[in-house]
């Protein structure tokens, strides 16, 4: 059972989760965030536990093989869940090959030194990379209008919410990426999965769909869009506001990501998600409502917001992930029902809007703007 644990990315979103959960829930491992801290990257995420004994920080490239070996070596490290990623899909579109370089080579750096300081003892050793539901590309929209109103699915029960089509994404699904993004994913699972086949090393792969929650850059549709109702900025709906996602709280995915660590079978793959579909437009209009509501404000009094904008190039039409395996072996399922977690999430970008300045006063400010001027 590993011990010493390496979790790449723990600065970003999912990672700073997975970080906090692991750190907390298991006072005698060692717990190793290694990050580069790209503009993604933000220690404020981490502020609550950065003084735990049994967590470490160590500010590193993936891509760099001398850094990487060297902190395999200084912590002894025999697990490694690899969150570090570009994540991003418009900024893909704008810069594939940083994409390239961070999610294919860096995968493949942090693989090349596991191997290496493991050396064929694979006993008690795990490489577990965490992935997206966008390699296996787009589904069809078979009820555009939807068949049941979001609202009636119960997250608990796992029912399929079969709101938008019929079809899900599978474990055994076809990869078929579509954007750079999930091109580099692709690649990237295909690296972990080849290192088990050829060299033998435990790894694990799974895939997940949207998440969302605390801490989530401000890039992403469910932040963005809550802080610019807050400052009543235009919420930019790419085309016509008819991709659906399926959306998980992001607690639930790193609770998935515990149990799958400790319990999944070696060169598995299992799907995570919320079993939970929506279109586009009508989650913005449930987060401008629960924004009014919550400023005080007349509830959907800042519909007038919503700004239809050139559509993003290769817009994937619907994800839906199918997670039943991962019930079923395992007895996982997502907790939180939707209006619980987007009640919690927008409460907790409206209670800290420090942490949103912070991030909104600096560079990443002028790169938003500059994309949509480009627009
Ligand atoms: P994020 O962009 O919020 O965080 C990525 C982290 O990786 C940042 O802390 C960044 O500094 C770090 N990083 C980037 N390049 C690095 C490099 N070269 N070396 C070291 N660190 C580097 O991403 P996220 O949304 O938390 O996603 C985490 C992982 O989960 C990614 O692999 C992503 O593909 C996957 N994923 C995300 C979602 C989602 O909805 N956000 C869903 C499924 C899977
Ligand atoms: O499915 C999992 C993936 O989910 C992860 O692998 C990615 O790392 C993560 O970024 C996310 O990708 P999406 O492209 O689905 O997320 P994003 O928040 O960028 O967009 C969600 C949907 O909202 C998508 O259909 C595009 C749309 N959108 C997004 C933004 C930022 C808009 O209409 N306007 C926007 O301004």
């Known amino acids: 059972m590993s011990r010493n644990i390496l979790i790449t990315g723990g600065a970003g979103f999912i990672g700073s989760h997975v970080v906090r959960l692991f750190v907390t829930k298991y006072p005698d491992y060692r717990i190793v965030n290694l990050d580069k801290l790209t503009y993604a990257g933000n220690l404020a995420n981490l502020k609550d536990i950065e003084n735990a004994p049994n967590y470490h920080f160590e500010k590193c490239d993936i891509c760099d093989y001398d850094a990487v070996r060297a902190i395999f070596r200084k912590y002894d490290i025999d697990g490694v869940i690899h969150l ?18 961070t999610n294919v080579m860096g995968t493949l750096t942090l693989l090349q030194s596991a191997r290496e300081y493991w050396n064929g003892a694979w006993d008690g050793k795990l490489f577990y990379h965490i992935s997206t539901d966008e390699v296996y590309g787009a589904l069809e929209l078979t009820h555009p209008e939807g068949i049941k109103p979001p609202f009636s699915t119960t997250a608990s029960s796992m029912e399929h919410h079969l709101a938008y089509g019929t079809d899900f994404f599978y474990e055994t699904t076809k990869y078929n990426p579509h954007s750079p993004y999930s091109a580099s994913k692709a690649s990237s699972d295909h690296f972990v999965r080849a290192y088990h086949d050829t060299y033998g090393m435990p790894t694990l792969v799974t895939n997940c769909s949207n998440n969302y929650g605390p801490y989530q850059f401000p890039e992403k549709l469910i932040p963005l869009f809550i802080n610019n109702i807050r400052h009543r900025k235009p919420l930019p709906v790419y085309g016509r506001g008819e991709n659906v996602r399926d959306w998980l709280y992001v607690e639930d995915h790193a609770r998935a990501i515990d149990v799958i660590f400790h319990h999944g079978k070696v060169a598995e793959t299992y799907n995570i998600g919320g079993f939970n579909e929506w279109k586009n437009i009508d989650l913005i209009r449930v987060v401008i409502r629960t924004v009014d509501r919550l400023l005080g404000r007349k509830e959907g009094e800042d519909m007038n917001l919503i700004t239809y904008v050139t559509d993003r190039p290769g817009h994937d039409m619907r994800y839906a992930i199918d997670s039943s395996k991962l019930q079923r072996e395992l007895g996982w399922e997502p907790s939180l029902q ?12 409206l209670d800290n809007q420090a942490w949103m300045d912070n991030i909104t006063s600096g560079e990443y400010e002028k790169y938003y703007e500059e994309m949509y001027r480009n627009r």
Do not use: L
């Not at 939707?338 to 970008?349: L, P, S």
């Open 84 to 101: 570090a990623a570009e994540s991003h899909v418009d900024r893909s579109i704008k810069d594939p090959f940083t994409f390239a370089r």
């Open 338 to 349: 939707f209006e619980e977690g987007i009640e919690k999430t927008v409460r907790w970008y």
